[in-house]
């Protein structure tokens, strides 16, 4: 009996020892293939971001994801960082992921690179938060549509600013800012004025400098004046005799402003 189980045993063996060898085989095959693969998402950044942003669920532009175009802003080559800050910029919130390389970007030494980021991360919106001190630091660029966008950005970030205030306050009353911006219609101290209105409450400290702006030369920068001290509140109500001026002034829009600024003024009951 001990002879036959012995006997069947080997019998068995060789059967045993061929399907091990079967499954070393394929796993060699298996391993092979993942070497190959990996070997290409490596050598081909387009094609290790398509994978990524398939697990990430990220979006799209012209069949690259958001992962490439920020892989694509550390290029030595100014057109292609170019081309990724404006492909990024037109996926809007879908490039939150890619807010500290838009950050980085305020930096390039390329003008139009930096103004493209800053116009971008307005375009991300709220979710830009992240880059608020590039944002800030970029109101100090040499480059006057790169202030502008910078601004612009900003205003999207609303009371997250407020920690800033003393910097946006220094480039609202900064004489640079007080021109035109071509192809703006506008210029930079009126696009900061709007963002110091969205900050809100906690920029009671720019209420001097606001209030100064409403006999500016520029009726967009005293419009804009006139809606961040409504937007203020009850702090601003040192504001209300020049807001009243402000209901004869010639342009319609800083009239609108001002009645909009009065009644907010007048109807918000003052902090204890």
């Not at 081909?44 to 990220?58: D, H, I, N, W």
């Not at 030595?76 to 970007?105: K, T, Y």
């Not at 419009?223 to 209300?240: C, E, K, M, V």
Request: charged residues 20%.
């Amino acid at each position: 009996m001990h002879s036959l189980t012995i006997h069947h045993i080997s019998i068995h063996l060789p059967h045993f020892h061929e399907a091990i060898m079967r499954r070393l085989r394929w796993l060699a095959i298996a391993a092979s293939i993942v070497c190959i693969i990996c070997a290409v998402l490596f050598a081909f950044p387009a094609s290790r971001y398509t994978v990524l942003a398939m697990v990430r669920g990220e979006s799209f532009h012209e069949n690259r994801p958001v992962g490439f175009w920020a892989y694509q802003l550390k290029s030595d080559n100014a057109e292609v960082r170019l081309e990724a800050v404006r492909a990024l910029g037109q996926l809007g919130s879908e490039s939150r992921r890619a807010v500290p390389d838009l950050a980085a970007a305020l930096k390039d030494p390329d003008d139009t690179v930096r103004l493209n980021a800053a116009l971008a991360l307005y375009k991300v919106g709220p979710e830009a938060v992240e880059a608020m001190d590039e944002l800030v630091d970029a109101l100090k660029d040499p480059h006057p549509q790169v202030r502008m966008n910078s601004a612009l950005a900003l205003t999207q970030l609303g009371p997250a600013c407020a920690p800033f205030i003393p910097a946006i306050l220094e480039a609202y009353q900064n004489d640079e800012n007080g021109s035109h911006v071509a192809p703006f219609h506008h210029s930079v101290r009126q696009q900061l004025g709007r963002a110091l209105g969205r900050i809100g409450p906690a920029a009671k400290s720019a209420v001097p400098a606001l209030i100064a702006s409403l006999t500016d030369g520029d009726a967009g920068v005293r419009a804009t004046a006139a809606f961040a001290l409504g937007r203020i509140g009850p702090d601003a109500g040192s504001a209300i005799p020049s807001l009243e001026l402000c209901l004869n002034d010639d342009e319609q829009i800083v009239r609108d402003s001002a009645k909009t600024a009065l009644k907010l003024l007048k109807t918000t009951p003052a902090a204890n």
